[in-house]
């Protein structure tokens, strides 16, 4: 298993521009997520999915949004990059269920950078 | 929502010491895991700990639910085990983990 994987591994944007980090998970996971971590600040939520076709806002939503069309894919697209998103992002993925099966696993993250 | 913090926020230790990290959290939680995460970036699982006593090595955590805290003790403290460590949370209520802040480690050699 290849386990949770993002591409690309570092962008670079200018203001206004709009892209899409992807996430893929070969677990057959049905929660993934996307978080943002910025220094001092840990790692905020961005948006989740607990199935496919299923999506929900987390802590910090704004000027993001996000699709699943297939249980392996989980792509967040920036509709216009701001200074402000210039962040480590990590796509994260876990099986629903009882306590037994409850662990996360990250992907290696996208470092972003926007000017 | 539920609010997690730990401490230390730094820690610098020389190798060889031991150390003991902590994270509180405000409600009742049905998961808790601990991560670290290497200086390369890359997060790493080092436990699942909803309650009770785990050891890894030279790692091991205890989480005391009822009193809604969680340790984590390293032993023997090596330059590798350099990073931030998080502790990360889930109410029944919700789906997806709240993290705290972090405690950055660094083991000098």
């Known amino acids: 298993n290849a386990g949770v994987t993002q591409t690309p591994k570092f962008q670079v944007l200018k203001t206004g521009q709009s892209m899409t980090l992807q996430c893929a998970q070969d677990?057959?996971?049905?929660?993934m997520s996307w978080y943002r971590q910025d220094p001092g600040m840990g790692l905020r939520l961005i948006h989740y999915?607990?199935?496919?076709?299923?999506?929900d806002q987390g802590e910090v939503p704004n000027g993001y949004n996000v699709s699943r069309s297939t249980t392996e894919d989980f792509p967040l697209r920036l509709l216009s990059a701001a200074p402000s998103q210039t962040s480590v992002y990590f796509c994260?993925?876990?099986?629903?269920?009882?306590?037994?099966?409850?662990?996360?696993?990250f992907g290696p993250g996208t470092r972003l950078t926007v000017l | 929502g539920i609010q997690v913090e730990q401490s230390p926020p730094d820690l610098i230790l020389q190798e060889g010491a031991n150390s003991t990290l902590r994270c509180n959290f405000s409600?009742?939680?049905?998961?808790l895991q601990w991560f670290h995460q290497n200086p390369w970036g890359q997060l790493i699982n080092l436990f699942y700990?909803?309650?009770g006593t785990k050891q890894n090595g030279r790692l091991s955590a205890t989480t005391v639910a009822t009193e809604r805290y969680s340790l984590l003790y390293i032993s023997s403290s090596q330059t590798t085990d350099s990073g931030v460590y998080f502790c990360?949370?889930?109410?029944?209520?919700?789906?997806?983990?709240?993290f705290g802040r972090g405690t950055s480690l660094i083991v000098h050699p």
């Open positions: 994260a993925s876990r099986l629903a269920g009882g306590p037994s099966v409850d662990e996360q696993f």
């Open positions: 677990m057959n996971h049905e929660y």
């Open positions: 999915s607990v199935g496919a076709g299923i999506t």
């Open positions: 409600d009742s939680v049905n998961n």
């Open positions: 700990i909803p309650s």
């Open positions: 990360a949370v889930r109410t029944g209520g919700s789906y997806i983990p709240t």
